[in-house]
């Protein structure tokens, strides 16, 4: 055997892997708003409320997904301090949807906030550059929720941008 | 055999390291808003145990970030999107297979940090896995009821080297109406090879019933996981009347693949698609009852859809796959119509403790697409029974308000009633006994040739009980239910109260009173007494001229036992004269009291009702208080009819004729109170058996039980007798 072929292969195969292989990519950008505020908010109420996310991906295939990763697992918890006699969850979990102008956006339905990872928009030939998502939040309160004055509800919500 | 030497690797090696880190490459957009990470995605061919290139974290917002970092394994849904477990145990796997690090930072706005990763080793038996690092960012700062965590998933495709397959199928290809008028067909693609692959050259081609292409456009494809399934949607917005049709995905994937479905539009681009959407899908629960489950079910397609829905109930600390469910459950709909929705509320499991459960569901839709959908509950106290009571009480308190209050009428009314029904008693007990005494006296004393009433109504001056029992063999007891509104109602007794009395004074003007109480003589009259109205009744029983008496004593001056007033004038047998208006007398009980003097007893101790003693007519009686129903009687007479009073016959003589009362019936003789008889009674005598002509003993206890009745009614005052007041 001729020894200038125990040299050549290894790096010719190597490099054909890598030839193969796609390479790495991407720039993944996301951020959100200060907050938003559900009103009215009250028993017997639907409390509405809406945000923005903002968002880039040179992938032109990507999904958004929302999801609640505290206790309430969907639902508005109520605050450790001056909550004494009010539900310690809101009895329906927050409802989200998505909207985008863009038109290679496919907006899921609004969605029932949840543990669980749920797409709220996704895309297979769109890229995204600082693209806006309008977010709506609806917060359906029946009547026998029990809400003291003072009492302060929260949630957090999670995005996730892949 | 080919030897490869030691330096020959290392230039192998060499060149693999310079090439397997192609994210260097990737400059950083300038400008970049917002919380990021570059790059999002890498493939990597090595051998683990290697160091990747770091991951650059961006913080371009103006809010300091809490970033925390940490990698998972990731799996691929239907719709492409990649999915890991969140549970400790298997971020803990995950960490074994990948490290980041930094875990935890925070950074500050505008600035950039790099996370080390490192690539650990490779599950047994496995040639690749997709590991994903988690970028979780969390601004501070902020406010509101929303908060928002913002997560990249860097994706990281991490195989070993050597030669792989390549290889993808269709698996399906579906049509669904995606919007009005816009249909997406779905094609789905299984990664049969054991390499991250992507299929390539896709295109969609729809052709009609007769071959003609009528559409056809590229699709893109991405990553599919080897062993995953995908599904690529392509959408048709060219409107296609109704009609059969063929639609053709093809693509590359490991060599030419294609697919053919036939579908119809009923309408311009409208699909008889069914299709299931669930929403609002929840679970809640209280200690010691079924978890509920709860969502919404849309049949959202175009067609009748049908659902199996499968619940499981775990605990949310071990609810990983693979774990044993608390309960399940199945639930089925059929041929759900398109636009309905079907609320499902479905029990789950047994008696929940306390903890925190989750409840799964998974469907398969139309498409053979497989869906899953999870909530987390804490189940909450259940309420003890004071609490439901406390809680039913609230919530009715206005029904049991109104239900306490009809019971307090009840409670009142029957109160009164037992009341009544008492003095009832009593009065017909005094009534029977006053008659007996009454019927003894005039078979005693009674002188030939005169009608033994006479005395017997003179006895029953002090006797103004109503005879409501059976009273003697000449007063027959009025049954009490027979009570009729008029004055001699009550008792069965003769209801000749004043104004039977005043007629008699006033023949000429006095008003019959055909149902007269006063006719049924020999009743009880239950008449009531008025106080300081009593006119006198002047009895004039005798069909003699009555004059009016101005003794308006208070109570009843006719009798001498009611009378309130010594000074009334005592009327004799004149002396009751028209009084102007008809009190209720006392009737027949207290008739006697014609001409005697009036007692100084009080009225209203002689509320007793008058017992018209053997149908005595009771002219001129104002009986105190006598009983009941005697209202009715209250007419401005100026005198007396005897001919017609009621029963009073003026000469006493003559019964009643149309008397209804047993009492009149049974005794019509007692309704001679004869002026002689009348007259008889000295006006200083007491009118309580003062005109006593007999010196029977029973006489006497009659005048005290009378007393007794007297004060018995003067403790008790029926309501009835208010009523007429």
Known sequence: MKPWIGTVLPVVTATLVLVAAPPADGLILLSAGSGSVLSPFGANKTATGSGSVTATDSNPSWTLQAQDQGTGAGKLVAGTTGCAGSDATLANPLQLSVTSPLGGVTPAAAIALSATNQTVATATNQTLSAATFTTNYTQMIPPTEAMLAGCVYAITVTYTLQ | ?725
């Open chain 2, 1 to 725: 055999m080919v030897t490869i030497s030691k330096r020959n690797l290392l230039l192998a090696a060499a060149v693999l390291w310079l090439c397997a880190e192609p994210a260097l490459a990737v400059p950083l957009p300038g400008g970049t808003a917002g919380f990021g990470i570059a790059p999002a995605r890498r493939h990597v061919v090595g051998n683990p145990g290697m160091a990747l290139t770091p991951t650059t974290v961006i913080n371009g917002t103006s809010s300091s970030y809490q970033v925390s970092v940490f990698p998972a394994i990731l799996t691929q849904e239907l719709s492409g999107a990649f999915d890991f477990v969140e549970t400790p145990r298997s971020l803990n796997d995950s960490k074994l297979v990948m490290t980041a690090s930094p875990g935890s930072f925070v950074m500050a706005p505008g600035t950039t940090r790099p996370v080390d990763l490192r690539w650990n080793m490779l599950p047994g038996g496995h040639k690749w896995i997709a590991m994903g690092v988690v970028f979780q960012g969390f601004a501070a700062g902020q406010s509101g009821t929303v908060h928002v965590i913002t997560r990249l998933l860097s994706v990281n495709f991490l195989s070993l080297p050597g030669l792989t397959k390549v290889n993808g199928v269709f698996t399906g290809l579906y049509a669904e109406q995606s919007a009005p008028r816009v249909l997406r067909f779905l094609a789905r693609v299984e990664n049969t090879g054991d390499r991250f692959a992507a299929p390539s050259a896709g295109r969609l081609v729809l052709s009609d019933s007769l071959g003609r292409v009528v559409f056809s456009e590229p699709w893109m494809g991405d990553v599919v996981l080897p062993g995953a399934q995908r599904d690529f949607p392509i959408d048709v917005r060219t409107v296609l009347p109704a009609g059969r049709y063929t639609a053709t995905v093809t693509m590359r994937f490991g060599g030419e693949r294609s697919r053919s479905t036939s579908f119809t539009l009923v309408g311009p681009n409208q699909l008889p698609t069914p299709a299931i959407t669930i929403r609002d899908f929840n679970a809640n629960g209280v200690i010691g009852s079924p978890a509920k489950v709860t969502a919404r079910i849309l049949s959202s397609g175009t067609a009748p859809a049908g659902l199996t829905m499968h619940l499981y109930l775990a605990n949310a600390s071990d609810a990983s796959p693979g774990a044993t469910a608390l309960a399940t459950a199945q639930v089925s709909y059929r041929n759900l119509v398109p636009g309905s929705v079907t609320q499902l509320s479905h029990p789950l499991g047994g008696g929940l403790h306390a903890g925190s459960y989750r409840v799964i569901a998974t469907w398969v839709d139309p498409t053979g697409a497989q869906h899953t959908a999870q909530a987390d509950f804490t189940p909450t106290a259940g309420h003890s029974l004071s609490q439901r009571i406390w809680s039913f009480i609230q919530h009715h308190v206005i029904f049991l308000i109104g239900l306490l209050v009809m019971a307090l009428v009840m409670a009142l009314a029957y109160t009164a009633r037992r009341l009544r029904g008492g003095q009832r008693e009593i009065q017909a007990e005094l009534a029977a006994m006053r008659a007996q005494l009454q019927a003894a006296t005039l078979d005693d004393h009674a002188p030939p040739g005169k009608p033994a009433a006479s005395r017997s109504s003179r006895l029953g001056t002090g006797m103004s009980t109503r005879p409501k029992a059976k009273s003697s063999a000449t007063t027959k007891a009025r049954p009490r239910s027979a009570v009729k509104s008029d004055a001699a109602r009550s008792n069965g007794a003769s209801a000749e109260t004043n104004s039977s009395a005043a007629k008699a004074a006033t023949p000429a003007k006095a008003k019959p009173r055909a149902k007269a109480t006063g006719a049924r003589s020999a009743g009880v009259t239950p008449a009531r007494a008025r106080l300081n109205r009593a006119k006198a009744n002047g009895a004039t029983t005798n069909g003699a001229k009555a004059k009016p008496n101005r003794a308006k004593a208070n109570g009843a001056r006719a009798n001498g036992a009611t009378a309130t007033q010594p000074a009334a004038k005592p009327n004799g047998a004149k002396a009751t004269g028209p009084t102007r208006r008809s009190t209720h007398s006392a009737g027949p009980g207290a008739p006697v009291g014609n001409g005697h003097k009036p007692t100084a007893r009080k009225a209203t101790a002689v509320k007793a009702n008058g017992v018209k003693a053997n149908g005595v007519k009771a002219n001129g009686v104002k009986a105190n208080g006598s009983g009941a129903g005697a209202s009715s009687t209250r007419r401005k007479t100026t005198g007396v009819n005897p001919s017609k009073s009621n029963g009073a016959a003026s000469n006493g003589s003559k019964p009643a004729p149309r008397s209804r009362s047993a009492a009149a019936e049974s005794s019509p003789a007692a309704i001679v109170a004869t002026p002689t008889q009348t007259a008889s009674t000295p006006p200083n005598q007491s009118g309580t058996g003062a005109d006593l002509t007999s010196t029977d003993v029973r006489a006497n206890r009659a005048g005290e039980l009378l007393a007794l009745a007297s004060r018995s009614h003067a403790r008790r005052p029926l309501p009835s007798d208010r009523d007429d007041a």
